[in-house]
């Protein structure tokens, strides 16, 4: 029987592939558990069409990352938050802070990159990388100056 695979299968092929298999072990395996379909001429298009979307989507991804990895190495941010100057701040910068005003300087969404360190907790300069899904790299400095808190009475 021909089924048009939708999941990897160890030994059968990958997504997207038209292969032929035993009746049974389609009709008791791989349909059931919808890890493949019946093999006609409309779902072979249909699936086809799905991964040319994959593959473009992976390509604008790719093309995106370059291009923040371009922008972005060399740069420096700066931060002010609350904390002893030339010490430490009360609150750590976070992940997702940095991200947002990459985001909001740059207008480059930061979604897939780890970035290290993932809190920054110092004043000062602070070498931060973003290691992309390909592992590449990007350097860029983070900058915290921290704003003393307003005595209280």
Known sequence: MKVVLLKAIKGIGQPGELVNVGDAYARNFLLPNKVAIMATPDQIAKVQLQLLKKTEQRADRAAHE????????????NFIRPGVPGKHLYVGLKTIDVAREI???????????E?????????GPTTVTLTWPDRKTTTFTVVVDAEAEPTRR
């Open 103 to 113: 985001e909001h300087q740059y207008h480059i969404p930061i979604e897939r990159a």
């Open 115 to 123: 970035m290290s360190p993932a809190v920054i907790k110092s004043t």
């Open 66 to 77: 370059q291009r923040a990895q371009s922008i972005l190495a060399g740069v420096t941010i």
